[in-house]
């Protein structure tokens, strides 16, 4: 009887900031899968992990990042704006593909992401969010704000009280697109005193508290009526499973190109 042979195309992964909270899920899904193999992750210096091992690599600090790159189809980086900043500028210039998990990154940074990316000729995807609801949210955002001329926006967010950043990344995302749509040039953080009649602005209100993993509501209110759009993560399961689908997508790309979840999800 002839013989068939199917040949699985491995592609090798770096996660940086593989002990946080998202990190280490994809670290998992990745050691699970068929067609991903983990080759390195890296973890903050100072926080007690390096040189443990994490499912079946060595964990290496900043300064080990450029060795386990060596090999690496695709690096990860989950870590924190200011190590992102860091670190993720460089990537394109080792030949590896970048995804781009971490909020709240300088635009400096993102530019120089961009533009490395374009002289190496790698490929980058850069998102605030892997989830795909989430990504549908933001789309389902834009076209109320487009269609809802003159109605008051207001966006809510809350997470777990261990969270870095204020707004979040996706709220922040949230906020740029209902801008672009609406036309809205404001943009105001909290309120507190005689602040009077608000203007043609956009309320962003941030909550922290217990281990809330995320949620997200766009509020729309005029002429004696309220849209609420909201967003809950139940659990990280689902932005890791959508980080791991855009290392997937953007693995055997170099079109020297940044791209966004969008394009994954083909909802552009």
């Known amino acids: ?14 996660v940086g900031g593989a002990t946080g909270r998202l990190g280490s899920i994809v670290c998992r899904l990745i050691s699970e899968s068929d067609d991903l193999r983990l080759v390195g992750a890296t973890v903050s ?16 600090g900043p300064d080990g990042l450029a060795e386990t790159l060596r090999d690496a189809d695709v690096y990860v980086d989950l870590t924190t704006p200011d190590a992102a900043a860091r670190t993720a500028a460089g990537i394109p210039e080792t030949g590896t593909n970048l995804v781009l998990g971490t909020t709240s990154v300088p635009g400096e940074a993102l530019n120089l992401i ?5 002289r190496y000729g790698t ?3 850069v998102t605030a969010n892997f989830s795909m609801g ?14 809802l001329p003159g109605y008051d926006m207001e966006v809510i967010e809350v997470h777990h009280r261990e969270k870095k950043d204020a707004p979040s990344g996706t709220a922040a995302e949230a906020v740029r697109r209902l801008r672009a749509a609406s036309g809205a040039t ?22 922290r508290a217990g281990d809330i993993v995320g949620d997200h509501t766009v509020l729309f209110a005029k002429n004696s009526e309220v849209i609420e759009l909201t967003h809950r993560a139940g659990s990280r399961e689902a932005l890791a499973l959508g980080c791991i689908g855009s290392i997937r997508w953007i693995s055997g790309k170099k079109d020297g190109r940044v791209h966004s979840m969008d394009e994954v999800l083909e909802i552009c």
């Not at 009887?1 to 770096?14: F, G, S």
């Not at 404001?186 to 909550?207: C, K, M, Y």
Request: aromatic share 6%; charged share 20%.
């Open 114 to 118: 961009a533009s490395n990316t374009k």
């Open 134 to 147: 989430v990504n549908v949210f933001w789309k389902a955002c834009e076209m109320l704000a487009g269609r």
């Open 186 to 207: 404001d943009t105001v953080f909290g309120r507190e005193g005689a602040t009077g009649p608000r203007g043609r602005e956009i309320g962003v209100h941030s909550i």
């Open 123 to 125: 490929s980058s995807l």
């Open 1 to 14: 009887p002839r013989r068939t042979w199917t040949v699985i195309l491995m592609t090798d992964v770096v």
């Open 45 to 60: 210096a100072g926080g007690g992990n390096v040189g443990k091992e994490m499912f079946g690599v060595r964990a290496v």
